[in-house]
């Protein structure tokens, strides 16, 4: 079996530590090789298998990545190794959205220090349809999916809506299930993270945290377009009105 290629959340990891270095490799035999190479080992991404392939996210492989990432940044001199699509996604995202980019790398490695990631099973809507991995990363997709499916976090914040005396329809389109269907849609909207990981950080959710969206709006939140797989109904709202103008 072969070493499977790189994926988004992998090369975000290694091209955080390439930022942190000056946007220089790291060598094999440098400490942050070592501990982001059994980082790498750890992720729940590419099964049990791999661990049994000696070059896997090896010291060598991870210094490899390091230097791809390094002499492929445009400001670099030199000549730059081979590369691949994705490679130069990650740096032109660390370049464009750099505090985004490393909050995202930090989050992960929280969320893997403290076993949260390791817990959570592969969700359905982590890839999009394309088969892309968002530009987020895919364990973080996988992170916020999963408490949004939270039904003890839904059903508090519907209850907090009730006592309120707010309606429950969506934030974005008003749209109201139990109008539209009548009793088999009374009391049914979905929950949507208004930040994404990468810019709340891997803390606990508060109701403050989540916003009441229908089906679509709550999909169309977690499109992926022009670069962003995350809205806040705020910006979908603005979407929706610059499609009627």
Same mark, same amino acid.
């Given at each position: ?13 290694? !091209? ?28 729940? /991404?590419?099964? %049990? ?33 081979? !590369? ?8 032109? %995202?660390?370049? +464009? ?5 490393? $909050? ?20 359905? %809507? ?7 991995? +968002? ?17 003890? /976090? ?9 006592? /309120?005396?707010?309606?429950?329809? !969506? ?23 208004? /930040? ?20 679509? !709006? ?5 499109? $992926? ?21």
């Amino acid at each position: 079996m072969r070493s499977p290629s790189w994926i988004r959340d992998e090369l975000l990891l290694a !091209c955080a530590l390439v930022v942190e270095n000056g946007w220089r490799e790291l060598r094999e035999n440098d400490t942050r090789t070592h501990n982001l190479s059994r980082l790498l080992r750890s992720l729940p /991404l590419h099964g %049990d298998a791999v661990h049994n392939v000696p070059s896997f996210r090896s010291t060598g492989s991870v210094s490899r990545k390091t230097t791809d990432l390094a002499t492929n940044h445009p400001s670099y001199m030199g000549k730059p190794t081979r !590369c691949g699509r994705l490679d130069k996604e990650v740096i032109s %995202d660390f370049i +464009a959205h750099p505090a985004e980019m490393i $909050n995202a790398a930090k989050a992960i490695m929280e969320g893997v220090s403290s076993g949260a990631l390791t817990r959570i099973p592969e969700q359905p %809507d982590e890839v999009a349809e394309d088969g892309a991995t +968002a530009p987020e990363g895919r364990l973080l997709a996988r992170w916020a999916i999963s408490r949004e499916r939270d039904p003890r /976090l839904r059903r508090r914040k519907l209850e907090r809506a009730r006592r /309120l005396g707010q309606s429950l329809q !969506c934030e974005v389109c008003s749209f109201h299930f139990g109008r539209f269907y009548g009793q088999l849609g009374e009391g049914y909207i979905e929950v949507h993270h208004v /930040l994404p990981l990468y810019i709340s950080g891997p803390r606990e959710t508060q109701l403050d945290d989540l916003a009441l969206l229908c089906s679509n !709006c709550h999909r169309m939140c977690h499109t $992926n377009h022009l670069g962003e797989s995350w809205r806040t109904p705020a910006a979908l709202r603005s979407e929706i009105g610059r499609a009627a103008e």
